[in-house]
């Protein structure tokens, strides 16, 4: 595979940006860049993995699919991680692999993954690092669904979306977003509503404005700083590119 991918690509992916540069320019050789639409299925469970993918601007969901139709969303992942880590060569995963907000990514072969893995010492490091702060995601959402509100979970979701398709503006449907909830679409209508008369969101027909990034940080739950700090810790954040994350830079408010 000749190289497909681009240094500006890559910078947008905050793990591969954690790699020595050396490590990082021999990656882009074999990455292949592809542009995922909102409900694009990666892999089923149980399915084999035959790519991993890094995620740039776009948000990917890991979900347990039940028998009745229904999912729930364990974790969510961003331009902070990595989607589809098998342990051997033709393993699968027991979560469904689902895109829930549209944007670029990066994919490598199953093989060439565990090639690197094996012989690039700073691509394995990096690599389990970010898997420890994912199941960390995964036990903490866990806790958050049980036990906190429809409000508070909701703005945990905008946030970490926010955090990652780098603009104030982006699409989600309410169907979709009360699957990866686990709540009912009136519930997810109510809450959306309660956010946006606060002043904080503006949703209409499937788009989300972040208009108050300080204020939905104030509703949600320590869930949020909790998973967003974890993964910070693997992977160094990217400045926000959206207004409201700007807004909340220059007066000392912003998550950074």
């Known amino acids: 595979m000749g190289a497909v991918a681009s240094e500006g690509l890559v910078v947008s992916n905050r793990l591969l940006m954690g790699l020595p540069a050396a490590d990082r320019t021999r990656l882009l050789e074999r990455l292949a860049p592809a542009f995922l639409r909102v409900k694009d299925v990666l892999f089923e469970p149980g399915q084999e993995v035959d790519a991993v993918y890094f995620p740039l601007d776009g948000v990917i969901s890991l979900v347990t699919p039940l028998e009745d139709g229904q999912i729930v969303e364990v974790a969510t992942v961003g331009n902070e991680g990595v989607v589809g880590v098998p342990l051997v060569l033709g393993g ?10 549209a944007g670029r990514t990066l994919s490598l072969p199953t093989g060439v993954f565990l090639q690197e893995l094996a012989t690039c010492r700073a691509f394995a490091e990096v690599v389990q690092s970010y898997v420890q702060a994912l199941f960390g995601q995964i036990a903490q959402a866990a806790a958050c669904n049980r036990l906190h509100s429809n409000e508070e979970r909701l703005s945990r979701w905008l946030l970490m979306s926010h955090d990652r398709v780098g603009s104030d503006t982006f699409l989600i449907t309410q169907e979709f977003l009360a699957q990866m909830l686990g709540s009912r679409r009136a519930t997810v209508t109510l809450s959306a509503g309660i956010l946006q008369r606060a002043g904080l ?36 954040p990217l400045p ?17």
């Open 201 to 236: 969101i503006r949703y209409h027909r499937g788009h989300v404005e972040i208009l108050d990034r300080r204020g939905l940080e104030g509703v949600s739950c320590e869930c949020y700083q909790v998973i967003r700090a974890e993964l910070d810790r693997v992977a160094p």
């Open 240 to 256: 926000h590119r959206g207004l409201a994350g700007a807004a909340g830079r220059a007066n000392g408010r912003g998550a950074e």
């Open 92 to 101: 699968s995963l027991a979560v469904r692999a689902i895109s829930q907000v």
